[in-house]
């Protein structure tokens, strides 16, 4: 079976961190980038970074520019989210998702894969 699974999320301060983990399994992520996406209560779902398979170019929303780092370690077929310095505005769902070659954070739609989110609050 081909999925995606979030964990990492959770309650933090404003100001702390979280690491997010998206773990695939059933297939490899070589050859797929991998987003992070998030959505707010009421809100749209909102591209917050990339990162593409071939040269591990990043990217990322404004918002979160300085504040969020995305890695990959393809050994071990997880992406990771370091997201530092929250923000109560921060608050969201967190999802990952897989789509192949390039990294596409404004079109949602094109991911083939999705993982089933994690709730990540910040609020003092």
């Known amino acids: 079976q081909l999925q995606l699974v979030e964990s990492g999320g959770g309650l933090v301060q404003p100001g702390g961190s979280l690491r997010l983990s998206c773990a695939a399994s059933g297939f490899t992520l070589d050859y797929y980038a991998i987003g992070w996406f998030r959505q707010a209560p009421g809100k749209e779902r909102e591209g917050v970074s990339c990162i593409s398979p071939s040269d591990g170019s990043t990217y990322y929303v404004d918002s979160v520019k300085g504040r969020f780092t995305i890695t990959r370690d393809n050994a071990k077929n997880t992406v990771y989210l370091q997201m530092d310095s929250l923000k109560p505005e921060d608050t969201a769902v967190y999802y990952c998702?897989?789509?192949?070659?390039?990294?596409?954070?404004?079109?949602?739609?094109?991911?083939?894969?999705w993982g089933q989110g994690t709730q990540v609050t910040v609020s003092s």
């Open positions: 998702a897989a789509v192949q070659l390039m990294c596409v954070m404004d079109r949602p739609f094109e991911y083939d894969y």
